[in-house]
């Protein structure tokens, strides 16, 4: 009885992947595309900028 539960479950996730993929094609390499940008790093430190300022400039 669980196996048949895993089974279907399983199959219905395949299902709504499919139904994603057909609906929404190039979504997920529009997402890959827009990794390419960069975090914003600071000049005078280098570490990436959490917030408006960084953490050097603070103290």
Do not use: E, N
């Not at 196996?3 to 299902?15: E, Q, S, T």
């Amino acid at each position: 009885m669980l196996l048949k539960i895993i089974l279907v479950f399983l199959l219905g996730m395949v299902l709504i992947g499919m139904v994603g993929k057909a609906l929404f094609p190039g979504a997920l390499t529009g997402a890959m595309r827009r990794k390419g940008l960069k975090p914003p790093v600071c000049g005078r430190c280098g570490r990436y900028v959490i917030g408006k300022t960084c953490a050097c400039k603070k103290g």
